[in-house]
T-cell receptor, first 116, second 111 residues
C-alpha cells in the first residue's frame, strides 16, 4: 500500500531533550516536506526537500533540522525542543513529475508532540 | 511568496444542503490547486484537485471551480451528508512543489 509513515505518533518530552520524528514513504517520491498544524493557523511548512541531499526552509523553520540522505526518508530533528514547538506534525510527499497522479501530496497520519 | 486565504473558517449546513468554501491565492505562477479533507485524528486526504488549464472539475457530489484571472478557486459539496463533516483545506502549488495551505474550514453537517 502506498503510504507515508511517521513515528512516533504521540510523544511527550521535556524542554531541551533532543528528539527525532521519522518519516518514510514507499512511493519513490522526489518531493518531501514537513508541516506543523496549529489551531487557526492551518498547515505551515517547516522544511521541504526536492530530492536526496536537497533541502530548503519553509515558512517556520526555526528550531528544526532535517536531512535527506535517502530518497524514502526525511526525518525531522528538534535539537532543543521548547514548549512553543508543541504541535501536530505532518510529513508529506509528492512526485512533481508529469503523468497520472503527478503533484498529489500524500500525508502521513501525523505526530502529536508535547514539550513540557 | 504565495499566500492563500480561505473562507469561511466555520460552516454549518443542514443535511442535504450544499456547502461552498472559497479560496484566493496571490502567486499567478501557481498552477495546481488541491483540496484536502481532514477527519478527526487523521492526516489530510486529497478529495479533489484542479490544474490551471481547467476551469471546473466534478467528482460525484464534489466540484471545484477555478478563476485564474481573479485568482479564486472554490469547493462545492452538494447533497451534504453527516460524513462530510470535517476540516477542509485548500492549497496552491507550482508543479507539485511548495504547497501553501489555507487556514482551513470546519464544516459541520447537521442531521
Amino acid at each position: 500500500e502506498a503510504q507515508v509513515t511517521q513515528n512516533p505518533r504521540y510523544l511527550i518530552t521535556v524542554t531541551g531533550k533532543k528528539l527525532t520524528v521519522t518519516c518514510s514513504q514507499n512511493m519513490n517520491h522526489e518531493y518531501m516536506s514537513w508541516y506543523r498544524q496549529d489551531p487557526g493557523l492551518g498547515l505551515r511548512q517547516i522544511y521541504y526537500s526536492m530530492n536526496v541531499e536537497v533541502t530548503d526552509k519553509g515558512d517556520v523553520p526555526e528550531g528544526y533540522k532535517v536531512s535527506r540522505k535517502e530518497k524514502r526518508n526525511f526525518p525531522l530533528i528538534l535539537e532543543s525542543p521548547s514548549p512553543n514547538q508543541t504541535s501536530l506534525y505532518f510529513c508529506a510527499s509528492s512526485s512533481p513529475k508529469g503523468g497520472s497522479g503527478a503533484n498529489v501530496l500524500t500525508f502521513g497520519a501525523g505526530s502529536r508532540l508535547t514539550v513540557l | 511568496g504565495e499566500n492563500v486565504e480561505q473562507h469561511p473558517s466555520t460552516l454549518s449546513v443542514q443535511e442535504g444542503d450544499s456547502a461552498v468554501i472559497k479560496c484566493t491565492y496571490s502567486d499567478s505562477a501557481s498552477n495546481y490547486f488541491p483540496w484536502y479533507k481532514q477527519e478527526l485524528g487523521k492526516g489530510p486526504q486529497l478529495i479533489i484537485d484542479i490544474r490551471s488549464n481547467v476551469g471546473e472539475k466534478k467528482d460525484q457530489r464534489i466540484a471545484v471551480t477555478l478563476n485564474k484571472t481573479a485568482k479564486h478557486f472554490s469547493l462545492h459539496i452538494t447533497e451534504t451528508q453527516p460524513e462530510d463533516s470535517a476540516v477542509y483545506f485548500c492549497a496552491a502549488s507550482i508543479y507539485g512543489q511548495n504547497f501553501v495551505f489555507g487556514p482551513g474550514t470546519r464544516l459541520s453537517v447537521l442531521p
